[in-house]
């Protein structure tokens, strides 16, 4: 089946260290003359989608704001979309937009569990944790473990997810990168299925995993997180692997 759709990794595919990869915009308008529709994700869950769109433009990025998926952005819609009220660890940056959504600390639909250190002692967290035994959903908006800072290592939203999920017994839906929710969420929105569209990106377990859940194509490339070797660690193989953006229009001619 031909391809109609692409779904690009910002960070590490498009730009590294608040720099563009060169040939990024020049791809990306070759791309949309083509007709291809275009896509691009990121898995942050503390910035609007408004914040994420300036953050892009600052690098010398010039994407439409409304072809930005990110962890906080799938919430958004999902929430929405599901008309859930919701209680839980909300980002503070998101507070303004999620006004919109009905917050309940009584009986809510959902437990939104995402980075907000500041609501995290134990008699929240066991509220938190009734709500989930009672029947609401939980939200896990991006499922990672751990990250780093100059400092060391942080505990992740995905880790204070687990811990939900260890002691309810319950599989929390996830809302980011390698979701299927996340992917599916592009999909409908370029109102394609997953044969037609082809995503890039630098990280293996997230982007081609991703991918291969909605059963698309996927070409990895070797710049931001890339390690050399990353394609041959994973049961899931890219379909192409190129040196950077600037390569996709050829692999996109042998795909
Ligand atoms: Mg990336």
Known sequence: MSIRGLILDLNGTLYFKERVIEGASEVIARLRAEGYSLRFMTNTDSKTRMQLHELICSYG??????????????TFDYLKKNKYSYTGLLPKALEPEFSELERDEINPDCVLIGENREGINYSSLDRFFRHIMNGAELIVMQPGR????????????????????YASGHQGQVMAKPSSNFFNRMLSDM???????????????????????????????????????????????????????????????HI
Do not use: N
């Open 61 to 74: 990025l010039d994407l439409p704001i409304q072809e930005i998926f990110s962890a906080a952005q799938v």
């Open 146 to 165: 751990h990250y780093f800072l100059a400092d060391g290592p942080h505990l992740d939203t995905g880790a204070i997810a687990a811990m939900f999920e």
């Open 191 to 253: 109102r394609l299925k997953g044969s037609e569209v082809v995503v890039v990106g630098d990280d293996v377990e997230t982007d081609m995993i991703g991918a291969s859940k909605i059963g698309a194509r996927s070409i990895l490339v070797r710049t931001g997180k890339y390690q050399s070797a990353d394609e041959y660690l994973s049961a899931i193989k890219p379909s192409q692997v190129i040196d950077s953006i600037a390569d996709l229009p050829k692999a996109l001619e």
